[in-house]
């Protein structure tokens, strides 16, 4: 186990949880944001299991209002600073608030996410800017980022770039290759008709 890793569980506070809560949605047909899994919103079961690791986890999405009350009142939210910048308008609005040297980002549409694949990432922090899963394609929406990538960040905000990995050339990153852990995003009605009935 990292020392990185020993010291974060002694010292949680300096890593918070972040669920990036959707927008447009062409491929499902409507705001992945408001998938309902297990007679839950998917968004609020993701939001359970990072508590259980994180002190401090945050909700970014484009307009608050689309949630109902309850669960503007259990969990913490904070609206998109970048209109339709995507995935990474999200991260930079994230990094800008937290107070912790890192932050886990999460997307709101993986049904299967677990304490268990949280940690088996956290083991290889050390001190890399950027810790991703990487295997068909890297997960740069199941990763650790430190604050200190918000500069090279918001320097592709401002060329319009969108691309989360495009920064990675800029930055220390760590590709961990992945063994066994299913992190799949739901983009299709016909994919979460199929988590509904296998899980």
């Known amino acids: 186990m990292k020392a990185f890793y020993r010291w974060c569980v002694m010292n949680p506070k300096d890593v918070t949880g972040v669920?990036?809560?959707?927008g447009k949605s062409k491929r499902m047909g409507f705001?992945?944001?408001?998938?309902?899994?297990?007679?839950?919103?998917?968004?609020?079961?993701?939001?359970i299991t990072l508590k259980?690791?994180?002190p401090k986890v945050l909700l970014v999405?484009?307009?608050?209002?689309?949630?109902?009350?309850?669960?503007?009142?259990?969990?913490?939210?904070?609206?998109?600073?970048?209109?339709?910048?995507?995935?990474?308008?999200?991260?930079v609005t994230a990094l800008r608030h937290i107070d912790t040297s890192y932050l886990f980002l999460v997307a709101c549409d993986i049904p299967n996410i677990t304490v268990t694949k949280i940690r088996q990432l956290l083991?290889?922090?050390?001190?890399?800017?950027?810790?991703?899963?990487?295997?068909e394609k890297l997960e740069t929406?199941?990763?650790?980022?430190?604050?200190?990538?918000?500069?090279?960040f918001k320097k592709q905000l401002a060329m319009d770039n969108k691309k989360i990995r495009t920064a990675f050339d800029h930055l220390e990153v760590?590709?961990?290759k992945k063994q066994n852990i299913d992190i799949t995003n739901v983009n299709y009605p016909e994919e979460l008709i199929y988590w509904r009935q296998n899980d």
């Open 52 to 54: 259980k690791i994180f």
């Open 174 to 176: 760590k590709k961990v």
């Open 19 to 22: 669920i990036l809560c959707g």
């Open 61 to 91: 999405t484009d307009h608050k209002q689309k949630f109902p009350t309850q669960l503007l009142v259990n969990h913490v939210f904070l609206e998109d600073e970048f209109f339709q910048k995507g995935p990474l308008g999200g991260l």
């Open 31 to 47: 705001d992945k944001a408001l998938i309902r899994f297990k007679g839950h919103y998917m968004l609020e079961e993701t939001a």
């Open 141 to 152: 929406l199941f990763a650790v980022y430190h604050r200190s990538c918000l500069p090279q």
């Open 123 to 135: 083991e290889y922090v050390e001190d890399e800017q950027v810790i991703l899963f990487s295997g």
